[in-house]
């Protein structure tokens, strides 16, 4: 499974940019059935979940810091996650990752809580600077 990020770039406060992620190696039945997620990063500190969203429906989660600015959908037929930032603020500045792991439920996907270490597949990331 490879996850490949794009969309990255440098704005102004206030601006918006959407983030891609593609998916290749997943079985059809496997995407429909898996627990994705943005991550982002800082250099010298922790991973922090922005979104996740289960593919199967019925599940979606945002840390506090983005509610109502940013929002995480799939497009299952193109096996693609994206992530629209709005109203973006210097504080969202880092290197953004994608993430996804099979989660049969979307019970499942919830109790994973956004931790990075439940995630098995990972993208390189995409850097966002806004300033």
């Known amino acids: 499974v490879q996850l490949v990020e794009s969309g990255g770039g440098s704005v102004q406060p206030g601006g918006q940019l959407k983030l891609s992620c593609v998916s290749s190696g997943y079985v059809y039945n496997s995407w429909s059935g898996s627990c994705m997620a943005w991550f982002r990063q800082l250099p010298g500190k922790e991973r922090e979940g922005v979104a996740v969203i289960y593919t199967g429906g019925g599940y979606t989660y945002y840390a506090d810091s983005v509610k109502g600015r940013f929002a995480i959908s799939q497009d299952n037929a193109k096996n693609t996650l994206t992530l629209q930032m709005n109203s973006l603020k210097d504080e969202d500045t880092a290197m953004y990752y994608c993430?996804?792991?099979?989660?049969?439920?979307?019970?499942?996907?919830?109790?994973?809580?956004?931790?990075?270490?439940?995630?098995?597949?990972w993208g390189l990331g995409t850097q966002v600077t806004v300033s």
């Open positions: 993430a996804a792991v099979r989660a049969r439920s979307s019970s499942v996907c919830s109790a994973l809580d956004g931790k990075p270490s439940a995630f098995i597949y």
